[in-house]
């Protein structure tokens, strides 16, 4: 859905629907018209808030799982013990290669 958000083709449908909410009000469209195009903007608006908030949240997930398993390999080094933390580590870079 980020990259939805994040695509030209996003950008355009969201400047179409503010120049159409704009000529509405330029040219005296019913006040009908000039809520229904509002309330389509503040509806985008929404998604667009919960989608950033989504990416932010996954990505801060992916980067504390990234340095929890680094710490876990740092540790076990430190410590000469042999254990998972190096597989760990290789999924949790491609926890983050997925986002």
Do not use: P
Not at 10 to 21: E, K, N, R, S, T
Not at 37 to 52: E, N, P, Q
Not at 91 to 96: A, C, E, L, T
């Amino acid at each position: 859905m980020s990259f939805l958000a994040s695509s030209s083709a996003f950008f355009i449908l969201c400047g179409l629907i503010v120049v159409a909410w704009a000529v509405g009000l330029a040219v005296g469209a019913s006040d009908r018209y000039l809520a229904a195009t509002a309330g389509l903007m503040s509806a985008v608006t929404l998604i667009l808030v919960a989608v950033l908030k989504n990416s932010e949240l996954r990505t801060e997930r992916a980067l504390h799982t990234k340095l929890d398993a680094i710490a876990s390999s740092l540790l076990e080094e430190r410590r000469g013990h042999t254990g998972d933390a190096e597989e760990q580590l290789e999924r949790s870079i491609g926890v983050h290669d997925e986002i």
